[in-house]
């Protein structure tokens, strides 16, 4: 798995002129899922992303995590995390999950941020989305999975 995580005062996501996930302070994560994710893998990255300690701390340190923060977490599907655009000039995603694997493994993200009970918001898997943030810092992570297993 693949995440793009951003620290965001705010954040939104809407399909069709209709916001469909909406936070207030936390991250916003775009998540890719690879063929070769399993579900430990969407275990082990929820977990990442809530430890990182990327939030300031009264001293104005990044010390803090999101779960210390109170923070929410907006989480978008975002299957071009797996684009390969080392050939040619039209990226290729066969490294990709396919849609079934990818919305079941992206469920099991979404299922964990959750059970850890962090307030947790969706985009819609497959649709297009248009995406809104105002980024805090900016602060931007990318995340992989990947050969850690």
């Known amino acids: 798995?693949?995440?793009?995580?951003?620290?965001?005062?705010?954040a939104s996501v809407?399909?069709?002129?209709?916001c469909?996930?909406?936070?207030g302070r936390g991250l916003l994560v775009l998540l890719g899922v690879g063929q070769a994710d399993q579900p430990r893998?969407?275990?082990?990255?929820?977990?990442?992303?809530?430890?990182?300690?990327?939030f300031a701390d009264p001293q104005g340190k990044m010390n803090l995590s999101l779960d210390e923060i109170g923070g929410q977490m907006l989480v978008v599907s975002?299957?071009?995390l797996w684009g390969d655009c080392r050939k040619g000039r039209r990226p290729s995603f066969i490294q990709a999950a396919a849609p079934e694997q990818g919305e079941r493994l992206y469920e099991a993200f979404v299922n964990a941020v959750g059970a850890r009970?962090?307030?947790v918001a969706t985009g819609r898997f497959r649709a297009h989305m248009d995406v809104a943030l105002v980024n805090?810092?900016?602060?931007?992570?990318?995340?992989?999975s990947e050969k850690l297993f």
Request: hydrophobic residues 45%; charged residues 25%.
């Open 136 to 144: 805090d810092g900016p602060v931007t992570l990318l995340l992989d």
């Open 117 to 119: 009970g962090i307030q």
């Open 20 to 23: 469909v996930g909406r936070i």
């Open 78 to 80: 975002q299957f071009t």
């Open 41 to 54: 893998d969407a275990q082990w990255l929820a977990d990442k992303i809530i430890e990182l300690r990327i």
């Open 14 to 18: 809407t399909v069709d002129g209709q």
């Open 1 to 10: 798995m693949r995440a793009c995580v951003q620290r965001v005062a705010e």
